[in-house]
T-cell receptor
Framework: EDQVTQSPEALRLQEGESSSLNCSYT??????LFWYRQDPGKGPEFLFT???AGEEKEKERLKATLTKKESFLHITAPKPEDSATYLC????????????FGTGTRLKVLA | NAGVTQTPKFRILKIGQSMTLQCTQD?????MYWYRQDPGMGLKLIYY???????DKGEVPNGYNVSRSTTEDFPLRLELAAPSQTSVYFC????????????FGSGTRLTVV
């Protein structure tokens, strides 16, 4: 069964304390992996798309990487405004719009 | 540029009532989607549309209906509301190119009592 698991469920960091969020997947034929940021009471906001193992994308303090079994979202020197829930989703065969979303990592960055 | 606009933001329904969740986008995206988000669960696809006049079921379509008469609008209809439909509903849109992901609305929080 296709599955997406994000860890940890929640993470508290001090401002400036770098860390990584994990998204592991078990799917038969990855067609793309997506990272989103979701603020409380808001819809998810698109961050990155990764297609193949070894690919990396960066945006400000965020860097996403992809291997054959997992993706990492690295947060370098985070600030309180980086506090949010980070979601990953994978697109799998079986339907053009067949996406599986993880349950997210709730990140809190303390000043 | 408003993006994806959803109304209402909050709604309380009684069991058996019906309602329509509105969604409109101004980005000329052909693809639109309805998701529901429940605590501890990933987003689940309810219905999607690849263009005006074309809709299809997602993972959890039971109890819902959609229509797509224009490119801009994609309303979601709940018939005979049930407590299991208590959730946060998100509308999203996209181009065919996956590179840019989805643009989501800010959601409708629905409670069925």
């Amino acid at each position: 069964e296709d599955q997406v698991t994000q860890s940890p469920e929640a993470l508290r960091l001090q401002e400036g304390e770098s860390s990584s969020l994990n998204c592991s997947y078990t799917v038969s034929g990855l067609r793309g992996l997506f990272w989103y940021r979701q603020d409380p009471g808001k819809g998810p906001e698109f961050l990155f798309t990764l297609y193949s193992a070894g690919e990396e994308k960066e945006k400000e303090r965020l860097k996403a990487t992809l291997t054959k079994k997992e993706s990492f979202l690295h947060i370098t020197a985070p600030k309180p405004e980086d506090s949010a829930t980070y979601l990953c989703a994978v697109q799998v065969p079986g339907g053009t719009y067949k996406y599986i979303f993880g349950t997210g990592t709730r990140l809190k960055v303390l000043a | 540029n408003a993006g994806v606009t959803q109304t209402p933001k909050f709604r309380i329904l009684k069991i058996g009532q019906s309602m329509t969740l509105q969604c409109t986008q101004d980005m000329n995206h052909n693809y639109m989607y309805w998701y529901r988000q429940d605590p501890g669960m990933g987003l689940k696809l309810i219905y999607y549309s690849v263009g005006a006049g074309i809709t299809d079921k997602g993972e959890v379509p039971n109890g819902y209906n959609v229509s797509r008469s224009t490119t801009e609008d994609f309303p979601l209809r709940l018939e005979l509301a049930a407590p299991s439909q208590t959730s946060v509903y998100f509308c999203a849109s996209s181009t065919r190119d996956r590179t840019y992901g989805y643009t989501f609305g800010s959601g409708t929080r629905l409670t069925v009592v």
